[in-house]
């Protein structure tokens, strides 16, 4: 098993120095706790998470069912809220939705009575609504080109394949140039061929744009291709950032290289003791 010594492991949350010595992270999460009222009394979602992100970074974050990945995620975006401390993006406090963070969920959320050109278009139109028409929609036909779907811009849902679905959620994100991209298992619904495609794409498309990335995975492969540290969660209830593991593959990245790399089983089988052993999920009962 892995050292646990090792410099990429960062084992604690306490270890995240305050904003005020080391300067404004462009995110950070910070002393974070969500409680939900129940009849038996409060329930802790999450509790005391800290997280900082820098400007540009893809980062994963992992762990079981009912560990709060998507509330965490939902305060980025503004959909959630903490019982306690705060989300913060360039030093503003998060308090509602905004065009700046932008959501790809895994049921795509795409109007299935418009096309794939038309449910771009108003994004595009909400967020640049002074923009001149052409200005608009050749902004939509970049992003369609971006990801390969040219030829399906008069195309309804229904008439798409899920993977093509996909790339119209990830093109309508991007279309606004978000500061932030949340991608909530983005490729978790689709099969094993049209996945690793879709990974291939969404890498290309970061590295061309840069934007900073927060997603959410069951997939530690799919992590340690896409990201740059992955966050490891604690079960619930009670959450917290377990570990931080800094993934320390050169891009741009080749998948077939990557797995040819001792330190990748190294990586992988840590996360796989973090998530099956040290923090397996108990469903008896």
């Given amino acids: 098993m892995i050292n646990r010594t090792m410099s990429y492991i960062d084992t604690t949350q306490e270890r995240v120095a305050p904003s005020t010595k080391r300067g404004e992270p462009f995110l950070a999460i910070e002393n974070v706790s969500k409680?939900?009222?129940?009849?038996?009394?409060?329930?802790?979602?999450?509790?005391?998470?800290?997280?900082?992100?820098?400007?540009?970074?893809?980062?994963?974050?992992?762990?079981?069912?009912?560990?709060?990945?998507?509330?965490?995620?939902?305060?980025?975006?503004?959909?959630?809220?903490p019982t306690d401390g705060e989300v913060r993006v360039q030093g503003k406090r998060i308090t509602k939705p905004g065009p700046d963070r932008m959501v790809v969920f895994q049921n795509y959320a795409l109007l299935p009575w418009?096309?794939?050109?038309?449910?771009?278009?108003?994004?595009?139109?909400?967020?640049y609504p002074n923009?001149?028409?052409?200005?608009?929609?050749?902004?939509?036909?970049?992003?369609?080109?971006m990801v390969g779907l040219s030829e399906a811009a008069d195309k309804k849902p229904p008439?798409?394949?899920?993977?093509?679905?996909?790339?119209?959620?990830i093109a309508r994100a991007l279309a606004i140039r978000p500061q932030v991209l949340i991608l909530d298992e983005p490729f978790g619904a689709l099969d094993a061929i049209t996945k690793e495609e879709l990974q291939e794409e969404l890498l290309k498309i970061w590295s061309d744009n840069r934007c900073?990335?927060?997603?959410?995975?069951?997939?530690?492969?799919?992590?340690?291709?896409l990201a740059d540290k992955l966050v490891m969660m604690t079960n619930g209830p009670a959450a917290k950032i377990g570990e931080v593991m800094e993934i320390p593959f050169a891009r741009p990245r080749d998948r077939a290289q990557i797995m040819e790399d001792p330190e990748y089983y190294k990586l992988r089988n840590h996360a796989l003791d973090f998530l099956y052993h040290r923090f397996a999920h108990d469903d008896v009962g």
């Fill in 35 to 81: 409680v939900y009222p129940t009849k038996n009394g409060p329930f802790v979602v999450l509790d005391g998470v800290n997280l900082t992100v820098q400007e540009g970074e893809f980062i994963c974050v992992i762990g079981h069912s009912g560990c709060g990945k998507s509330t965490l995620l939902n305060m980025v975006s503004g959909f959630a809220f």
């Fill in 114 to 127: 418009r096309t794939a050109f038309e449910n771009i278009y108003l994004a595009v139109h909400a967020v």
């Fill in 131 to 145: 923009k001149p028409q052409a200005e608009k929609r050749a902004i939509v036909r970049d992003n369609l080109a």
């Fill in 159 to 169: 008439q798409m394949s899920g993977g093509m679905r996909q790339r119209v959620s």
């Fill in 212 to 225: 900073t990335v927060l997603m959410i995975t069951h997939d530690i492969d799919e992590a340690l291709f």
